[in-house]
T-cell receptor, first 110, second 114 residues
Framework: GQSLEQPSEVTAVEGAIVQINCTYQTSGFYGLSWYQQHDGGAPTFLSYNALDGLEETGRFSSFLSRSDSYGYLLLQELQMKDSASYFCAVIKQAGTALIFGKGTTLSVSS | DTAVSQTPKYLVTQMGNDKSIKCEQNLGHDTMYWYKQDSKKFLKIMFSYNNKELIINETVPNRFSPKSPDKAHLNLHINSLELGDSAVYFC?????????????FGPGTRLTVL
């Protein structure tokens, strides 16, 4: 079987830093992606890690440890517009479908 | 210019009916997907097509039949709709094995079966 575990909800205030963890157990692993989805919207790509280490894209960073089957998404300088659902997703082979976690709802308050 | 488009955006229908959802991408991607998002926001792959050929069929009932007339289009036909088919259906595309892993999602089709 395959499973991805991430917290269901996280709350924070504007300007804070939040880390959303994801642990995975899949038969095959190529990389870990993160997607953001606002209510009523489509998932949009945030980041991708195929190798161990940290990838930084503006206020968002993503980390992967393949040996620990673990990754996280770090969101800095939180803004109200960051309130959304965040999904980690494993890709088992290049060019194949994503296996999604159940998503983490992030609520940012002022 | 919309990268991945789906029609219709909303679909309300009765149990037992047959309906189709259309998807088109103008990104020149090789691979297209259908995902289903249930009421708890769980996203699950249904089908994957690469260059018009079916790659993945994730134990989806055979009432669901994808059709890819060319690599820019992947339509989803659903026969004998059931209450449990109510969900948001997302089409997505990616470059495939030769490119980035990023997948581009369409705006979704909210299907309600009454």
């Amino acid at each position: 079987g395959q499973s991805l575990e991430q917290p269901s909800e996280v709350t924070a205030v504007e300007g804070a830093i939040v880390q959303i963890n994801c642990t995975y157990q899949t038969s095959g692993f190529y990389g870990l992606s993160w997607y953001q989805q606002h209510d009523g919207g489509a998932p949009t790509f945030l980041s991708y890690n195929a190798l161990d280490g940290l990838e930084e894209t503006g206020r968002f960073s993503s980390f992967l440890s393949r040996s620990d089957s673990y990754g996280y998404l770090l969101l800095q300088e939180l803004q109200m517009k960051d309130s959304a659902s965040y999904f980690c997703a494993v890709i088992k082979q290049a060019g194949t479908a994503l296996i999604f976690g159940k998503g983490t709802t992030l609520s940012v308050s002022s | 210019d919309t990268a991945v488009s789906q029609t219709p955006k909303y679909l309300v229908t009765q149990m037992g009916n047959d309906k189709s959802i259309k998807c088109e991408q103008n990104l020149g991607h090789d691979t297209m997907y259908w995902y289903k998002q249930d009421s708890k926001k769980f996203l699950k792959i249904m089908f994957s097509y690469n260059n018009k050929e079916l790659i993945i069929n994730e134990t989806v009932p055979n009432r669901f039949s994808p059709k890819s007339p060319d690599k820019a289009h992947l339509n989803l036909h659903i026969n004998s709709l059931e209450l449990g088919d109510s969900a948001v259906y997302f089409c997505a595309s990616s470059q495939g094995t030769s490119g980035s892993s990023e997948q581009f999602f369409g705006p979704g089709t909210r299907l309600t079966v009454l």
